[in-house]
């Protein structure tokens, strides 16, 4: 599922498995096509894996959840924050679980 800003980016997270986990992109329009960004790698699974919700945006701030991975492996709540042209990702929350009973599988 994608997500618009104002200025037409879309942002997506997708699940890519193996070493990253998953990948936050961009896309801006250019032209009659699209230029894709990378603007995030999770290669962690403390930070979080198989990303089945969608992202959300509030105030520049991107935001979402994942099934598993994270302290327990019960799934994460994250943030990346825009930060001098590169995003910065923080973790403020791990669901309690175990790879066996996943967490959120929607925000």
Do not use: C, N
């Not at 104002?6 to 997708?14: D, E, F, Q």
């Not at 193996?18 to 032209?31: I, R």
């Not at 894709?36 to 930070?47: K, M, N």
């Amino acid at each position: 599922m994608f997500i618009f800003d104002a200025s037409a980016i879309a942002t997506a997270r997708r699940f890519a498995g193996g070493a990253t986990l998953s990948t936050v992109y961009s896309w801006t329009p250019s032209g009659s096509a699209w230029t894709e960004d990378t603007l995030y790698f999770v290669q962690s699974s403390t930070d979080g894996g198989k990303p089945y919700a969608a992202l959300s945006r509030h105030g520049g701030q991107l935001y979402g959840a994942t099934s598993s991975g994270g302290r327990t492996s019960g799934g994460t709540a994250y943030e990346l924050m825009p930060s001098s042209g590169s995003w910065t990702f923080d973790l403020p929350y791990s669901f309690t679980g175990t790879a066996y009973l996943p967490g959120p599988l929607a925000a």
